[in-house]
T-cell receptor, first 113, second 114 residues
């Protein structure tokens, strides 16, 4: 079974600064997908960024980028130029090909003005 | 673009009652997943369906059952509700099982059991 670990229950960052959320996972599979989801107070699950395990290049979506270290099974999320609207719970998720998603416990990020 | 629709958005029930949650996937999506997210917890996978057949099963209690219909919508039936069933229930849909297709989440149904 796959496991996903987010070791930072809570984090805070000043507006316009950069913050990195950590995520590690455990799997015996070679091909899989990794996601970061954002869950604002409305509790809607919003996909932030995704990474295919077979791709070495780190995914980037505007202010969001990941540091994917396959050998270390690490998948951290970097948010640059943090904005107040980034305040939310962030979940790291592992998904096997065709399978369900396994979520980490989440990291509550607060962006301070 | 069309998104995953869940109904109702909010539901209040009493202990030992039954509840039915509905999920309407994005058009042409044939795979549906159900997740349960308790207060302050991460989403936990319950069950999934592909082409109207159960494709995977997670931590779904025996009191719950689910099915996917011919139009690909899915219903989660919950009986003998307990206080601990109070949670946000997400439905997600995707197209097919193989390959890289992300799950699209619905807005969730918030179930409160009194």
């Amino acid at each position: 079974a796959q496991t996903v670990t987010q070791s930072q229950p809570e984090m805070s960052v000043q507006e316009a600064e950069t913050v990195t959320l950590s995520c590690t996972y455990d799997t015996s599979e070679n091909n899989y997908y990794l996601f970061w989801y954002k869950q604002p107070p409305s509790r809607q699950m919003i996909l932030v960024i995704r990474q295919e395990a077979y791709k070495q290049q780190n995914a980037t979506e505007n202010r969001f980028s990941v540091n994917f270290q396959k050998a270390a099974k690490s998948f951290s999320l970097k948010i640059s130029d943090s904005q107040l609207g980034d305040t939310a719970m962030y979940f790291c998720a592992f998904k096997s090909v065709g399978g369900k998603s396994t979520f980490g416990d989440g990291t509550t990020l607060t962006v301070k003005p | 673009a069309a998104g995953v629709i869940q109904s109702p958005r909010h539901l209040i029930k009493e202990k030992r009652e039954t509840a039915t949650l509905k999920c309407y996937p994005i058009p042409r999506h044939d795979t549906v997943y159900w997740y349960q997210q308790g207060p302050g917890q991460d989403p936990q996978f319950l069950i999934s369906f592909y082409e109207k057949m159960q494709s995977d099963k997670g931590s779904i209690p025996d009191r719950f059952s689910a099915q996917q219909f011919s139009d690909y919508h899915s219903e989660l039936n919950m009986s003998s509700l307990e206080l601990g069933d109070s949670a946000l229930y997400f439905c997600a849909s995707r197209r097919g099982l193989a390959g890289y297709n992300e799950q699209f989440f619905g807005p969730g149904t918030r179930l409160t059991v009194l």
